[in-house]
T-cell receptor
Framework: AQSVTQLGSHVSVSEGALVLLRCNYSSSVPPYLFWYVQYPNQGLQLLLKYTSAATLVKGINGFEAEFKKSETSFHLTKPSAHMSDAAEYFCAVSPTGFQKLVFGTGTRLLVSP | GAGVSQSPSNKVTEKGKDVELRCDPISGHTALYWYRQSLGQGLEFLIYFQGNSAPDKSGLPSDRFSAERTGGSVSTLTIQRTQQEDSAVYLC?????????????FGPGTRLTVL
């Protein structure tokens, strides 16, 4: 079954530092991949998605992710962290032939001043 | 425009009682999904509706869980004879189409606590 693995349940960065959140997928064919963000006591909001149109995907709030087939990775990055980026981030895959999303375990991003 | 709404936002119930959770999707969205978010299990898919039919119920954890959708709009998730392990946040999402690349828009969730 297609799945995603997020390395690191917590990532801490300083304000202004690079943000790197890791996601690896398991699939023999390039799947649809998503990054969602969840702020406290809120639902999930889509940051960006990969649908095979371009390997470098730009999303909202300055985030981007690069699809690397050779590494089966879809890491999320942002050049400069802001305090408002503190939230939980979920990588997800839409398995081929299914309509559901399969989520990773999430990474909580902590941003310190 | 209005997003996905869910009610109630919080529900506390006693073990053994039945509960109903409601989801109002974005107007015109044909696909609707239910997920559950809990500390132990993370984010899990429960059920998917296309229109009023549910072609994928594979995530429902037991026969105590059921869901329906009427008029291609509102959906209700029912949990019968609630157990403490049912305590979780239940999230509803909708999308304009049912393709795998479609963006799912999520509601704020219903936090269910079973005492």
């Amino acid at each position: 079954a297609q799945s995603v693995t997020q390395l690191g349940s917590h990532v801490s960065v300083s304000e202004g530092a690079l943000v790197l959140l890791r996601c690896n997928y398991s699939s023999s064919v390039p799947p649809y991949l998503f990054w969602y963000v969840q702020y406290p006591n809120q639902g999930l909001q889509l940051l960006l998605k990969y649908t095979s149109a371009a390997t470098l995907v730009k999303g909202i709030n300055g985030f981007e992710a690069e699809f690397k087939k050779s590494e089966t990775s879809f890491h999320l990055t942002k050049p400069s962290a802001h305090m408002s980026d503190a939230a939980e981030y979920f990588c997800a895959v839409s398995p081929t032939g299914f309509q559901k999303l399969v989520f990773g375990t999430g990474t909580r991003l902590l941003v310190s001043p | 425009g209005a997003g996905v709404s869910q009610s109630p936002s919080n529900k506390v119930t006693e073990k053994g009682k039945d509960v109903e959770l409601r989801c109002d999707p974005i107007s015109g969205h044909t696909a609707l999904y239910w997920y559950r978010q809990s500390l132990g299990q993370g984010l899990e898919f429960l059920i998917y509706f296309q229109g009023n039919s549910a072609p994928d119920k594979s995530g429902l954890p037991s026969d105590r869980f059921s869901a329906e959708r009427t008029g291609g709009s509102v959906s209700t998730l029912t949990i019968q004879r609630t157990q403490q392990e049912d305590s979780a946040v239940y999230l509803c999402a909708s999308s304009a189409t049912s393709g795998g690349a479609s963006e799912q828009f999520f509601g704020p969730g219903t936090r269910l606590t079973v005492l």
